[in-house]
């Protein structure tokens, strides 16, 4: 579907700042915006039964994606669907345990899993997030960019040889140590899957996208270049970088990943994601303006007084200083019990302390 079909950008102050552009005020849009903190999002998930329910709608995730729209003057939107959706496409079962978070019902663990993976056909297999990026983009009309993401491989990795969350990866990084080889064989099947995927997103209307590596701060600093960065490395190589005359940016984030701060920002990503661990100042002393800054408000600050949020925000903004290219957003996704009006706190105060 190409631009025409969709209406004209109104606000484009986050994709600006992705490039390094001048703003009238910093931009802002929230990790896990939409979901189970605002009451709408679960009368919606009860309704629909379950979150992969939700996911699988096109009307009901747009419907999630439009809610925190609907509270904030949020300055982009974030297709609502999760990163678990390639691995549950290639057959492994993606199923949820109250309480436990995501499970799959098979697990990869050998050479002979991974080589019977199928490569996913992401426009026929996973067609219901493509018809909900473009059911969200066309019901948006223009007024803030749609953003599309995935897992990177070695985050989508942890969940499939684990079967589920854990919290030290002991079954992958045994992998690692003693066959990386496989590993090394599933983590270019799922670069080469991501790649797919993101792009497919792209060509069905999103306008910016975004790499979430959970967790490849788990690992060594070799391990992570050879089994994370890498994969990163040549899965941004391959996104459309243009779409209906317009740059489309990307955005990479490993949580925990500061101490490669240098390595990340030589990636080819247009932004680094940052947790909230670090001084956005520090880090923009280390890389210069190589590339946008994204973050990185700690999420528990949101539980804080009105005084304490807005203070927490001027310092983060403080922080970064003058200048292109910072996006404000939380270090990681909004807690699930933080009250949604410190969320409007927090939105209306990046824009009021940044305004030019």
Not at 55 to 71: D, F, H, I, Y
Not at 120 to 141: C, E, F, H, K, Q
């Amino acid at each position: 579907m190409s631009e025409n079909k969709f209406s004209e950008l109104k606000n484009d102050r986050f994709l600006r700042a992705l490039q390094r552009q001048p703003v009238d005020m910093t931009p802002v849009w929230m990790m896990r915006q939409a979901g189970r903190y605002l009451p709408e999002y679960r009368a919606t998930r009860a309704k629909a039964g379950d979150f992969m329910s939700v996911c699988k709608n096109a009307e009901l995730a747009c419907e999630v994606t439009l809610q925190p729209l609907e509270r904030y003057e949020l300055d982009a939107a974030i297709l609502f669907s999760d990163i678990l959706t390639i691995p549950d496409a290639m057959g492994l079962g993606l199923y949820f345990e109250t309480g436990e978070g995501p499970k799959f019902k098979k697990t990869v663990r050998t050479e002979a899993d991974v080589l019977a993976l199928p490569q996913p056909d992401v426009a026929v297999d996973l067609d219901y997030v493509m018809n909900a990026v473009t059911t969200i983009r066309s019901a948006l009309g223009g007024r803030v960019p749609l953003i599309g993401f995935s897992g990177s491989p070695w985050t989508l990795a942890t969940y499939m040889v684990e079967g589920g969350s854990s919290k030290d990866f002991r079954t992958l990084k045994r992998m690692m140590y003693q066959q990386p080889e496989v590993l090394h064989l599933l983590l270019d099947k799922l670069a080469v899957c991501v790649t797919n995927y993101l792009n497919e997103q792209i060509r069905s209307g999103a306008q910016a996208v975004q790499i979430f590596d959970t967790w490849g701060g788990a690992l060594s600093t070799p391990a992570y270049e050879a089994f994370s960065l890498q994969y990163m490395r040549k899965i941004v190589s391959g996104l459309i970088k243009e779409h209906d005359g317009r740059k489309v940016p990307s955005i990479v984030f490993t949580k925990n990943g500061a101490q490669w701060i240098e390595q990340i920002a030589d990636c080819g990503a247009d932004c680094v994601g940052l947790d909230w661990t670090v001084e956005i100042g520090d880090i923009r002393q280390r890389i210069g303006d190589k590339v946008a800054l994204q973050g990185n408000m700690d999420p528990s600050a949101l539980y804080g007084s009105e005084a304490t949020i807005r203070a927490e925000v001027k310092r983060v903004l403080d922080g970064f200083g003058d200048g292109d290219g910072h996006v404000f957003n939380l270090g990681h996704g909004i807690h699930l019990d933080v009250p949604p009006e410190n969320a409007k706190i927090f939105v209306d105060a990046v824009h009021e302390l940044s305004a030019r």
